[in-house]
């Protein structure tokens, strides 16, 4: 596979314990943490501890398979082979562990490691308990770190404690933008700059270190983002955010492939306990989602209603639904920052849209803001206020669209 010239530049400088790529999507910064990482094994080092261990590690297995070792399994045929079970990747004569960091409690999984090499993705994501095990386990003389990450807050730890502290630590950065990339086409470059807006633009597109603040969705225009009327569904999705003190707030959303938009939210349903002064049983609110189908769809809704997405937390409430003959229900993918970043995108490029026939959730769009406390901390999150139907909107559209191969979502490869 070519490198363009940035790329082999920063596979040279590559050299340091700490390397990380960061900046804009689609820029090079994954393959070039590939290349510095297999150049970096094939290479023999004399007088290794035996419990000298490589280690690629990402947010998740999931996205780790997608991001990393799919393509190094490409690039290398058969030179490279990934057993899932052992989650084990093999390379040459090396065999290399692969890891999830995905909570504070993934620390324990390289807790007492001795790691010689060792390949990041998504380094933003990380807890910071685990970044920082993670660099004290880096003790071998040729011990090294090659990372690479979108930027997030400027009072992110990665930020503040490594990338501001390059001229001190043993440590090299490579800002990579989408116009480096030499090898995408200048038709593609010019519309994903368009399908970002906001802080997405700011980081994805421009690269920057930049605090997340003021409205979500700042670009939300009711001309634009809803409809009069719904194009008409090949098969409709319910999603669910569960609320029992809080709100109980759910979304019927019709889905066609071949139409603008994609996805959009047809009704709605919402519940608030503390105003109606009181709380319904799971038993209760099963029963108000299949009149609330049944009323939209007619008699025959259970053809026409092909998945649930749920609230993760709602387990007891999984569980009625499926008593009650809901079909698909599931886990909704919970990855926030991912979700809302799907949910404006397709806002933006049209492929999701909002039925008028959705009052609470068009309201919502209007006041949903950053938490500007949690920036304080590097944290982006949004406020938990007027979030209910928020929530529900971001489980379907990212659960159903957020797995998208298409260019549009193509965030982490290349």
């Not at 399994?73 to 058969?78: A, E, H, I, T, V």
């Not at 003389?141 to 990338?163: A, I």
């Not at 090949?234 to 709100?247: H, K, Q, R, S």
């Amino acid at each position: 596979m070519n490198l363009y010239p940035k790329q082999r530049w920063a596979l040279k400088k590559a050299n340091k314990r700490i390397n990380i790529w960061h900046g804009s999507v689609r820029s090079g910064k994954t393959v070039n943490v590939d290349f510095a990482f297999l150049k970096a094994i094939g290479k023999e080092e004399k007088n290794l501890p035996p419990d000298a261990i490589d280690v690629v590690i990402g947010k998740t297995l999931g996205s780790l398979k997608r991001n990393v070792i799919n393509p190094i399994c490409n690039l290398l045929g058969g030179e490279a082979k990934y057993y899932s079970g052992k989650q084990e990747l093999h390379i040459w004569n090396n065999v290399i562990h692969t890891i999830g960091a995905n909570d504070e409690r993934a620390v324990g999984k390289i807790q007492g490691s001795t790691i010689r090499k060792a390949l990041c993705d998504e380094l933003t994501l990380w807890p910071e308990t685990f970044f920082k095990m993670l660099d004290s386990r880096l003790s071998l003389e040729c011990s090294q770190l090659f990372g690479s990450t979108n930027p997030g807050s400027p009072n992110h730890y990665l930020k503040v404690d490594y990338l501001n502290r390059e001229n001190i630590l043993d440590l090299s950065s490579f800002h990579f933008v989408i116009d480096d990339n030499i090898f995408l086409p200048k038709k593609y470059i010019q519309e994903i700059k368009k399908s970002y807006t906001g802080l997405w633009h700011r980081r994805y597109i421009l690269g920057l270190w930049c605090v997340a603040e003021g409205a979500i969705y700042d670009f939300f225009n009711e001309d634009l983002h809803t409809l009069l009327k719904c194009p008409k569904a090949i098969y409709y999705i319910l999603a669910v955010d569960y609320g029992t003190a809080n709100p109980f707030a759910a979304l019927l959303m019709g889905v066609n492939h071949n139409t603008k938009p994609k996805i959009w939210a047809e009704q709605e349903y919402y519940f608030d306990s503390k105003k109606e002064q009181h709380q319904k049983t799971d038993g209760e609110y099963s029963a108000d989602l299949k009149d609330f189908c049944a009323e939209h769809l007619g008699r025959n809704w259970q053809q026409k209603v092909m998945k649930v997405y749920l609230d993760p937390s709602a387990e007891s409430f999984q569980i009625q639904l499926e008593r009650d003959g809901f079909l698909g229900v599931t886990e909704a993918d919970n990855a926030v920052m991912d979700g809302l970043r799907t949910k404006a995108t397709m806002l933006k490029s049209g492929e999701y849209a909002i039925s008028m026939n959705c009052p609470n959730y068009i309201k919502e769009m209007y006041g949903y803001s950053w938490d500007n406390k949690a920036q304080l901390r590097g944290i982006d999150q949004p406020k938990k206020e007027g979030d209910h139907l928020q929530d529900a909107g971001r489980y379907g559209v990212h659960s159903e669209f957020g797995g998208d191969s298409s260019d549009i979502y193509a965030m982490t490869t290349m």
